[in-house]
C-alpha cells in the first residue's frame, strides 16, 4: 500500500474512532482483491455492443483498414462537416506514420483554444457503456480530448473491453501506476441545466467521431 493511501485511510479510521489500522491485513486484502460487483450481460459482441452504446450518446464512427488509412477518414470527416483541413494530432508512435494530403494543417501538440478539430488515440474502449478511456501523458494531451469542437479518437478494435472493470484491470496490467489523469468519455459533452433541454458541447466537444481501426495497435 502506497504511504498516501495508507495516510488517507489512516485519517478514516481515527475520524470513525476505528482502532484497526488502516493497514491491517484484512484491509489491504480487500482493497487489492479489486473484487467484481455483478455484471451485465449482452446478446450481441463486445464490439456490436461498443457502437450500439457509442451511437446512443450521439457519438460516431467509421471504419479504418489500417494506420495509413487514418489520413483519408479524417478527411472525409472533416468534408463531411465543411471543417477546414486543420487539426491538433496527438504525438502517439501510432500516429506517426501519417502522411498528409497536400492542403492540410495537422500539427503534432496539444490542444488550444482556437483549435477547431483534434486527433488522438484511446487507451482502450468500454463496450458496456460506449465509453473511451483516454490517459493523460506526453503521446496523449487531454486538451485534445476537451478544448476542440469536433473530437476524432483512434480506437484499435483489439483495445475494447467488455467492462469498466476490465478497463480499468488493462490499465493496471499495462502501465502498473495511475497516470496524472484518467478520463473516460462518453459520447459528445453535453448538459440540461438549462430548462431541462439538451445541449451538446457545453463542457467540451460538441461531437465526438471514432475511428475504429482494424486488428492491433
Not at 483554444?113 to 473511451?132: K, P, Q, R
Not at 469542437?149 to 483489439?158: A, E, G, I, R
Amino acid at each position: 500500500m502506497s504511504d498516501s493511501r495508507a495516510a488517507i485511510l489512516a485519517r478514516i479510521a481515527k475520524a470513525l474512532a476505528h482502532e484497526a489500522a488502516a493497514d491491517a491485513p484484512e484491509i489491504v486484502q480487500r482493497i487489492e482483491a479489486h473484487a467484481r460487483g455483478p455484471l451485465p450481460q449482452w446478446p450481441h459482441s463486445t464490439r456490436e455492443r461498443f457502437i450500439e452504446k457509442l451511437e446512443q450518446v450521439v457519438g460516431t464512427w467509421a471504419e479504418v483498414a489500417s494506420p495509413a488509412h487514418i489520413a483519408q477518414a479524417v478527411g472525409d470527416y472533416l468534408a463531411a462537416q465543411n471543417l477546414a483541413k486543420a487539426l491538433a494530432v496527438a504525438p502517439h508512435p501510432l500516429l506517426d506514420g501519417i502522411i498528409w494530403p497536400e492542403g492540410f494543417q495537422a500539427e503534432r501538440r496539444r490542444a488550444v483554444g482556437d483549435d477547431h478539430v483534434s486527433l488522438a488515440v484511446a487507451f482502450c474502449a468500454i463496450a458496456e457503456t460506449g465509453s473511451l478511456m483516454l490517459l493523460a501523458g506526453p503521446d496523449s494531451p487531454t486538451t485534445l480530448n476537451f478544448l476542440p469542437d469536433d473530437f476524432l479518437c483512434v480506437l484499435p478494435t483489439n483495445r475494447i473491453v467488455p467492462r469498466m472493470e476490465d478497463a480499468w484491470a488493462l490499465l493496471r496490467e499495462e502501465r502498473g501506476a495511475m497516470p496524472r489523469a484518467t478520463n473516460i468519455v462518453t459520447g459528445p459533452s453535453r448538459t440540461a441545466d438549462v430548462e431541462q433541454t439538451i445541449q451538446l458541447g457545453a463542457h467540451g466537444p460538441r461531437r465526438l467521431h471514432v475511428l475504429l481501426l482494424q486488428g492491433g495497435a
